[in-house]
Antibody
């Protein structure tokens, strides 16, 4: 079945970087874009950016420009999201979500989420 | 890109119908018929309920329906059930980006 499995929870200090992985299975990895969305505790969903697993091109939300990098490894069907210069406000659950596998222009499959805690 | 505006909370009794609004601008909701809606229970990942404004993915109850008028999209839940109690988020394609709504907590009385 189609699924996205993310890496485990992380605890980081302010100023550090974090890299979260998202391994896809059950579909052709390079055929569908992947997005990253985060959710701070008690807050709403926030779009971070998108990566094309085929060519590796990316587009990031303006808020994260310069701090986020999304990459992919086609040999393992895995996408990565790295966020640098972490601050306490980056404490959140980070989700990867596939785009358009079963529903056009929509996040139809979600990873289980990765909790990132930024604390000194 | 500013978040789409949703009411903070909506409530209804079992069996009733409720509607959640999602107001954007002519740069997002108004320009594209690409609004999607997500249901999120506490501690869980969001689940797609409606895409392309009014289409339901396989497996989603037909009690959920979507529509759009101008810059405002709406999600209607008919025959409200206890399991519908959750947070709901709208989302719109916006050209070079994607924007979510502020979220609505649905309470079943």
């Amino acid at each position: 079945q189609v699924q996205l499995v993310q890496s485990g929870a992380e605890v980081k200090k302010p100023g550090a970087s974090v890299k979260v992985s998202c391994k896809a299975s059950g579909y052709t990895f390079t055929s569908y874009y992947m997005h990253w969305v985060r959710q701070a505790p008690g807050q709403g969903l926030e779009w971070m950016g998108i990566i094309n697993p085929s060519g590796g091109s990316t587009s990031y939300a303006q808020k994260f420009q310069g701090r986020v990098t999304m990459t992919r490894d086609t040999s393992t069907s895995t996408v990565y999201m790295e966020l640098s210069s972490l601050r306490s406000e980056d404490t959140a659950v980070y989700y990867c979500a596939s785009y358009g596998i079963a529903a056009a222009y929509a996040f139809d499959i979600w990873g289980q989420g990765t909790m990132v805690t930024v604390s000194s | 890109q500013s978040a789409l505006t949703q009411p903070a909370s909506v409530s209804g009794s079992p069996g009733q119908s409720i509607t959640i609004s999602c107001t954007g601008t002519s740069s997002d909701v108004g320009s594209y018929n690409l609004v999607s809606w997500y249901q999120q229970h506490p501690g869980k990942a969001p689940k797609l309920m409606i895409y392309e404004g009014s289409k339901r993915p396989s497996g989603v109850s037909n009690r959920f329906s979507g529509s759009k008028s101008g810059n405002t999209a709406s999600l209607t839940i008919s025959g409200l059930q206890a399991e519908d109690e959750a947070d709901y988020y709208c989302c719109s394609y916006a050209g070079s980006s994607t924007v979510f709504g502020t979220g609505t907590k649905v309470t079943v009385l």
